[in-house]
């Protein structure tokens, strides 16, 4: 499978995390080919992962047998017709997007009849802790395995049976890496304010994200229950918690993710 060559059409912050996986999980960087408009990040691609990189989408995607279209959606459009134009006969090669908002149907407007796999990454695939949603249409089952073993190096792949489901992983885990960096940034605020520097505060802060996820991940408790752990009868984080639920913190949250996915759906309307 590693002999497949892979081209990156588009080489920004989620292609990097996407190549940066391949690369550790022992996939060959010399068939990985990445294209993007202009040099700077595919300078630092080459160097830190020893990659193909060109300015050229055309030739990058002529080499390819899998074609990962990794730019905005905005550009999406002009890129396929581009693409198409072209080269023609790239119709008959395998296309993954990683795109938000953009449903098979306008894939198959731009490029023809083709096989993709729509995908929904998140950027910690780029210490292969990511979580990756995977659609295929009118993909043979080796071309699905292919595109698991790809993802294989992110993290987690979770495959969906409908195209919808797209943009409910986009709410559960594509976005809310954010979700998480905003409460860790308003609490490293907190933390400058009590007289913690700002590096050992973000330290302090990430260190107890990161060992309540993996107590998570260990434990066949509930987060109901692990909160229950912390939570001393009369004490201090039972005064702070009914403080985050009387302020409404699981509908702002529910918001929240409703919002991302109504924004999913609008995209997709406008395309
Ligand atoms: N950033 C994230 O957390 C996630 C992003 N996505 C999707 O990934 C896609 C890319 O997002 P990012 O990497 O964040 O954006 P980005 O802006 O960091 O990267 C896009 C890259 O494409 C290049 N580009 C634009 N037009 C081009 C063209 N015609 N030919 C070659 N290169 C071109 C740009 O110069 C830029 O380097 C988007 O469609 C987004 O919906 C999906 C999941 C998560
Ligand atoms: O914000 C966005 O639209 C993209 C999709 C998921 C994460 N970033």
Known sequence: MNDNTVAFIGAGNMARCIIAAMVNNGYPS??????????????ALADDYAIQTTLDNISAVQQADIIVLAVKPQMMQQLCETLITAVPEIADKLFVTIAAGIPVSRYKDWLGNVRIVRSMPNTPSLVSLGVTGLYATDCSNYEKSFVDHMFSGTGLNVWLDAEAKIDHVIAVTGSSPAYFFFFMQAMQQVAEELGFDAAEAKKMVAQTALGAATMALDSEHSFADLRAQVTSKGGTTHEAVTTFANQGLEKMVSDAMYAAINRAKEMAQSF
């Open 30 to 43: 010399n068939n990985i080919i990445a294209a993007n408009r202009s040099q700077p990040k595919l300078t």
